[in-house]
């Protein structure tokens, strides 16, 4: 018995060992796979439509209202407001608004915004075609501009929302620029750095 | 540790290899033997729930009265994070595989375990990384004070210097008990004694074997999610950071995938200890044993597709909410299915009430009112009532002491007797009995009612509507406390002197 069953055991012993080091490696593959997911089902208002949107048609039976939140992680200085808080908008309508930032501080610095959509169902109909998120914005020490947003909502949202709310936070980015090199994000409406 | 000078005769009967056991501390640091190793898990355990139980009983006390007394919030939330920590990976957990290690090579009729050095490998890692666990405490800045779930960004971005002491701690406890699953494993499928099939094993030995493979299948992910947490932290990797493009909900996905078949593996082996002790004081033979080893394999199984019951407010859609919901209300039917047998192996059964049945019995009782409590917690929409309140608390603690710590204690009066040689002193069990389950309800009853009305959980102040029934659980938590007292005396009495047992 012995000797064959000690063969045995290490044989089970070492792919035991090697499950054990799959599932470490699975659970670094849920990060790509969550945001795979995510991607796929627009859930988490990660799926954002960017450039121009295929849409022929406007429905003007049918609005829906957009609000604009903003929100500044502590450590972030700049003030950023929406222009307007709260707009209603045709389906299939392209559609114009602005943010307002400014850098109150004494250094020059970088930002960039990263959005949000709720409910998460609307993400996918969403569709930017042009937004201040989609690149960094530099800022002279008190120097203040206005971001463009140009979206439009797609017809097919569903008939149960009738409100979206599209939120950015404003992040600095000042460090980062210094030391790296900006690389052009192929990702999806996610800043890589 | 109370048993180091107490000669242990079995190990020098049943071990041809050695000439009995080297003397002094070597005998415990080389040591190779099921049995010694499985001692050592136990009494570590029994350290780590004493230090554990202390934790608790601070927050007990801080929690008797609303308002500040005794400690300063940030070291309430060190607390209420320590006690989680300690409870969960180096009082439960280590109980469990001490008392795999003592039984399951008798039960399968193997001379010791299949790997005898990664045994004692993957015990002596653990002391040390409760060790630099603990140590944390001591450390400027203090303990981890962001929960036991330890959530991103509060355990990142805004966590204390001793985070990364944490990290360390969790990547060594995950090796270990790694080390166990795989020697666990390894034991039960390649040395059960001739004729022995898997469905004749006895069911604390299969339950054993189902967790060793939910332990392998969730702490690597564990170690990958603190490991996840020291790049984002030192190495500015950005998995949990908004800022960098990260997404802090994915900590707690990732999280949860691992915590939950966490919890069952803290339950699993109890339902096999509760299986083999009802059958022996009901004195007929366990109802349904096929179903009950199939009702623990599809618990397992069904453990890996719930996780996000435990995340139902942050924003999941309908389709999510919905699935969840009923993949977690599925599991109350291989639940209920062992419940039922636990029952009917008591019908018509010549019951007698010695301790181990006491507890086994508490256990089916309690064990049950915290599974409908789980119920409740699992339906959506009122989740978002109970989310994050004592109704929370009061579940999972309804599971867990009533449940695991219930479990190991019955198992050790149970099975003590085998291992010392020495009859246990029925009296004063009853009273650690009875005392621990007058305590343990009016501890953990009155959470229910306070949850209900909006108590939030992890917090040293409260409302005072809250003070009644908050001053009761504080009291009911002092009786159960103290009440391990007796139980530390009882088996040390058993263990030095006490009757020959019998059989």
């Known amino acids: ?193 | 540790m109370a048993t180091v000078d107490v000669d242990l005769p079995h190990v020098k009967d049943e071990d041809p290899h050695h000439h009995g056991p080297a003397k002094g501390l070597g005998r415990w640091l080389y040591t190779t033997n099921h049995k010694d190793i499985g001692s050592m898990y136990l009494i570590f355990s029994l350290c780590m729930f004493m230090i554990g139980g202390t934790m608790a009983l601070i927050i007990r006390a801080e929690l008797f009265q609303p308002g500040l007394q005794l400690v300063e919030p940030n070291f309430f939330n060190q607390m209420t994070t320590m006690h989680g920590l300690i409870m969960v990976f180096g009082a439960v957990m280590p109980a469990f595989v001490g008392l795999a290690n003592w039984m399951i090579p008798m039960q399968v009729g193997a001379p010791d375990m299949a790997l005898p050095r990664m045994n004692n490998w993957s015990f002596w890692i653990l002391p040390f990384a409760f060790l630099i666990l603990l140590s944390s405490l001591f450390m400027p800045g203090g303990a981890p004070n962001f929960g036991w779930t330890f959530y991103a960004p509060l355990s990142t971005t805004y966590a204390p210097e001793s985070v990364t002491f944490f990290i360390f701690g969790v990547h060594i406890m995950g090796a270990s008990s790694i080390m166990g699953a795989i020697n666990i494993i390894a034991t039960i499928l390649n040395m059960r004694a001739p004729g022995m099939t898997l469905l004749k094993m006895p069911l604390f030995v299969w339950t054993w074997l189902i967790t060793a493979f939910l332990l392998i299948a969730v702490m690597p992910v564990l170690a990958g999610v603190v490991t996840m947490m020291l790049m984002d932290i030192h190495f500015g990797t950005s998995f949990f950071n908004a800022a960098g493009g990260g997404d802090p909900v994915l900590f707690q996905h990732v999280f949860w995938f691992f915590g939950h078949p966490e919890v069952y593996i803290m339950i699993l082996p109890a339902f096999g200890i509760i299986s083999e002790i009802i059958p022996t004081f009901a004195r007929k033979r366990l109802f349904g044993y096929a179903s009950m080893v199939y009702a623990v394999a599809s618990i397992a199984l069904l453990s890996f597709v719930v996780w996000a019951h435990h995340m139902f407010t942050v924003g999941m859609p309908l389709v999510g909410e919905v699935f969840f919901m009923f993949a977690t209300m599925l599991i109350a039917v291989p639940t209920g299915v062992k419940v039922f047998n636990w029952v009917a192996t008591m019908f018509r059964g010549s019951l007698s009430f010695e301790t181990p049945m006491l507890f086994a019995l508490a256990f089916v009782v309690l064990f049950t009112i915290g599974g409908f409590s789980g119920l409740m917690l699992a339906i959506a929409p009122a989740d978002f009532q109970y989310h994050d309140t004592y109704f929370v608390v009061a579940h999972f603690h309804y599971v867990l002491v009533p449940g695991a710590i219930f479990s190991i204690m019955a198992a050790t009066y149970y099975w003590l007797p085998k291992w010392t040689g020495h009859q246990l002193n029925e009296t004063m069990g009853k009273l650690h009995f009875w005392l621990s389950f007058v305590g343990v309800n009016i501890t953990f009853f009155p959470m229910h009612f306070v949850g209900l009305a909006g108590m939030p959980r992890r917090i040293p102040d409260y409302a005072l509507q809250f003070a009644d029934f908050n001053s009761m659980a504080s009291v009911g938590a002092f009786i159960f406390g103290f009440s391990q007292l007796v139980f530390i005396y009882n088996v040390i009495q058993n263990v030095r002197v006490g009757e020959k047992a019998t059989a």
């Open chain 1, 1 to 193: 018995m012995a000797v064959q069953n000690e063969k045995q055991t290490k044989r089970l012993a070492v792919r035991l060992a090697t499950a054990a080091l799959v599932m470490f490696g699975f659970g670094f593959a849920l990060v790509p796979l969550y945001d795979v997911f995510c991607d796929i089902t627009g859930l988490n208002g990660k799926n954002f439509n960017q450039g121009p949107a295929q849409i022929v048609a406007v429905d003007d039976s049918r609005t829906v209202k957009v609000q604009f939140i903003t929100v500044n992680p502590a450590d972030m200085p700049w003030s950023f407001e929406p222009t307007e808080r709260s707009i209603r908008v045709f389906l299939g309508e392209d559609r114009q608004t602005a943010f307002y930032a400014k850098n109150p501080t004494a250094n020059w610095m970088v930002a960039q915004a990263v959005p949000s959509v709720t409910p998460s169902e609307a993400a996918p109909y969403l569709h930017k075609v042009n937004c201040f998120c989609f690149e960094r914005q530099p800022l002279e020490a008190g120097a203040d501009t206005e971001m463009p947003l140009l979206f439009v909502v797609d017809p097919e949202l569903p008939e149960y929302i009738s409100t979206i709310t599209l939120s950015y936070a404003l992040y600095d980015l000042t460090g980062e620029q210094k030391v790296t090199q900006v690389k052009p994000s192929k990702d999806k409406g996610r800043v890589s750095l």
